[in-house]
Structures are given as C-alpha cells and as structure tokens.
C-alpha cells in the first residue's frame, strides 16, 4: 500500500515542495513546468550550458534500482542548474551492509545536501524519504516499484506538446505491460490532467490492472481495434523482473501479438508518434524497424528529459524564474 503523495508534496503556503506523484496535481502545475522546460530546450545547443539557479546546492542522485536516461539526465540536468552532484548507486551505498533507505537518506542529509532524487524497487520509497527528512530538503521520486515515475511521464507530455502542439482532441494509446508499470500509471494521469481525448490501454488482460477501467481508460487486447485512429502511440517494457509467474504465454508470440511492427502501426493515424520510456526490448515489445523509424520519438524524449528535469528542480528549489 502507496501512501497517499498529494498532501506531503506541498508547503503550508501550497507551493509544490516534493515531486513524488503526478496525480492530483493541477493542470497549471504540469503546464508551469512545461512551458519552463521549453525555455530550457535550447541550451543543449549553447557554448555554455549553465545558469546559475542551482549554484551552493547539493543533489544527491539516490539510486537502489539500474538506470541510464534518468539517472543521467538528472545528473546532466542538476550540472546546468550549477549544483554539485552526487551519485549513489546500490553496490556503492551502506545498504548493502544491512543500513535502511532512511538511515542513508539521513546520513546524507547530515552532510547539507538539499535534493535527492531517489528510484527504488519499493513503492512508497521516495514518499518515506520525504515524510521524514527536514522542511528545506526536497524529494524527486525517479520511479518507485510500480507505483510513480512522474518525471518520465512529464517528459513524455512535453515530448508529445512539442510533436503535436497540445493534448486536446489527441488519442492515445499505451501498449503493453501495464500492470508493473510506474511509467504508465504516471502517464494516464499526466494525459488525463492534462486534458486529451481519450486514452487506449492495449495488451493482454494478464498484464492489465483490473481497476484501472475507473482511471477513465478504454481496455482492448486487440491491437488493430485499439491502434485505430490513435494519435500517440506509448509502448511499454515487458517488466519480466517485476512478474510472478508465466504472465505471458512466449516471448514470440507476445511479439506477434503485441510486438509494434510497421504493419500493426498501419492501424494507426498516417502521422502518429512511436513513443518507448526506454530501455527498448528490439523483437519484443518493438521491431527495430519501428523504434528507428521516422515516427519514432524515443530519443528526442531522452533529450527532452533533460529539460523537464531541470525545469522540475528549478522550481522545487524556487528559482522559477526564466532562464
Ligand atoms: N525510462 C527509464 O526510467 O529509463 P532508465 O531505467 O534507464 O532510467
């Protein structure tokens, strides 16, 4: 059981003080933050990449889980905001010598760090943290169990805003294993809150939430009935690591079934997107075709990532101001 996040997430004046969930937020929030990593986008291109917004701050990066994009991204993010970095990983924390998620936390917040961005396996990690650490420390859930990945699911909205212009009228479909994912519970929020037309979960009923229909979400495990006249098309990992048991009947034949090919993406509108969180399973939930096709976005949404999470911390740390 997830603790409730909304209410912890902010200050006693309502300002957004944690980023642990995406549900319950408003939409101004998630535009705020939007519009804020567009100002940011350019300065990949730029000679010199920093301002100062971060500068005397400490981000410890807390990682118990693998990462690439959001492990990096963070660092690359908190580097351009001009804060020192830290960078924790399992193998190199005291962890693994019996010390708790929150004993560590504390042990770091000792040293005058300010920001910790935490994934762990368990849901509710990042929560835990931020329920017990003082009042001017702030907390990035960078995914936790199955429960949040709110900052993927923010890069992907401005992914999308910045492919399609904005999420009214916009059909979206999220393919795949569902029931393990973070990223999508993430995802259905951000597009619900943010207003799109309507949103397709398609995969096998295995590895579909059976409450999820109440998050106001169609359901079909039909991929021809479900790509139809969808705008975004979402695919998800196959979390093996996360399953108990034999959820899905052969790797080949959820491939056939499910594995995105150019001839199931046919259903779809001639100008979809091809969207993947990452890391992408080629010849299982995607063909390379697909994922290196010109309707794929999956690498603008690593660059992109970049952005929102400085935009993210910006605005946690209070310099909300442009750039
Ligand atoms: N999308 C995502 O969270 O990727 P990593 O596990 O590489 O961070």
């Not at 650490?133 to 909205?157: C, F, K, S, Y």
């Not at 951000?190 to 799109?196: I, K, R």
């Not at 690591?241 to 090919?261: A, H, K």
Request: proline share 4%.
């Amino acid at each position: 059981m997830v603790p409730s996040d909304s209410k912890i997430q902010f200050d006693h004046q309502g300002r957004l003080r944690h980023f642990l969930t995406i549900n319950g937020l408003p939409k101004e929030t998630l535009v705020q933050i939007l519009d804020t990593a567009e100002s940011f986008i350019s300065f990949g291109q730029r000679e010199i990449r920093k301002v100062p917004l971060l500068r005397g701050k400490t981000v410890v990066n807390l990682f118990f889980e693998p990462s690439t994009r959001t492990r990096t991204t963070f660092e690359i993010a908190a580097k351009r905001l001009s804060a020192d970095v830290i960078n924790l990983s399992a193998a190199r924390m005291s962890t693994s010598k019996g010390e708790s998620i929150l004993d560590t936390a504390r042990t770091l917040e000792a040293m005058h760090t300010d920001l910790f961005v935490v994934r762990d396996s368990a849901s509710g990690a990042s929560h835990l943290i931020a329920s017990h650490l003082p009042e001017h420390v702030r907390v990035i859930n960078a995914g936790d169990g199955r429960h949040a990945h709110p900052t993927q699911a923010m890069l992907d909205m401005f992914t999308i805003r910045r492919e399609k212009g904005g999420f009214e009228g916009l059909k979206v479909a999220i393919i795949g294993d569902v029931l393990h994912s973070r990223v999508a519970r993430s995802q259905i929020h951000a597009l619900s809150t943010l207003g799109v037309d309507e949103i397709r979960l398609i995969g096998p009923r295995t590895l579909i939430p059976t409450e999820v229909e109440a998050m106001g979400v169609n359901v079909t495990s039909n991929m021809a009935e479900g790509l139809s006249g969808i705008d975004v098309v979402m695919m998800l990992r196959l979390q093996r690591e996360r399953m108990d048991g034999q959820l899905v009947p052969s790797e080949q034949e959820y491939f056939n079934r499910y594995g995105l090919t150019d001839d199931k993406l046919s259903y779809a509108n001639p100008d979809a997107i091809v969207m993947h969180p990452g890391p992408i399973n080629r010849g299982l939930e995607i063909a390379s075709s697909v994922a290196d096709g010109d309707r794929s976005v999956i690498l603008s949404q690593v660059t992109n990532g970049i952005a929102v999470r400085m935009s993210i911390m910006a605005k946690l740390m209070g310099g909300q101001e442009d750039p």
